[in-house]
């Protein structure tokens, strides 16, 4: 990886999961007046921020790979910079999700639901060893052309 694509991917890296950081102190700093709660809804809530969480997560290690490169000029550095961003915002919104259901409902069970999505983000962290993994690799000479193996 050279050292501009690199900057960038740990610049977005950092974006995102900086997001639902900061969404959940803003949601901590400022709750929502008693009546406008629904503490009805938080079992309902707490398992659907379980379900969504968890496929997220499910869903950052499966459909990424299965993205792969365009074109004939496309580069392995491109190919894994974007399989890693879509990745990351999977795990954005599955982050997200239980911290708008804990505004809905207040229960603070869901800032741990929401902490499983965020350490599934730090773990996809842009290194050289994952860089490497997600790159899309060129077929051994005689293969179609332009055809490339994940």
């Known amino acids: 990886m050279n050292v501009r694509t690199r900057s960038v991917a740990l610049a977005v890296w950092t974006g995102m999961l900086l997001t639902p950081l900061f969404f959940a102190g803003v949601a901590l700093a400022t709750p929502a007046r008693p009546e406008m709660r629904a503490p009805e809804l ?48 999977i795990l954005e919104g599955a982050a997200l999700f239980p911290l708008v259901a804990y505004l809905i409902t207040g229960n603070p069970l869901l800032f741990l639901v929401a902490a499983c999505a965020i ?23 005689g293969g179609p052309k332009g055809r490339m193996v994940r």
């Open 119 to 141: 350490a599934a983000h730090v773990s996809l962290f842009p290194g050289e060893q994952r860089w490497a993994s997600l790159a899309a690799q060129p077929l051994p000479s």
């Open 42 to 89: 938080a079992a309902m809530f707490l398992w659907m921020a379980a379900a969504v969480a968890g496929l997220g997560i499910v869903m950052s290690r499966v459909l990424p790979r299965r993205i792969g490169p365009r074109g004939e000029g496309a580069s392995r550095e491109a190919t894994a910079f974007v399989r890693l961003l879509a990745a990351w915002a």
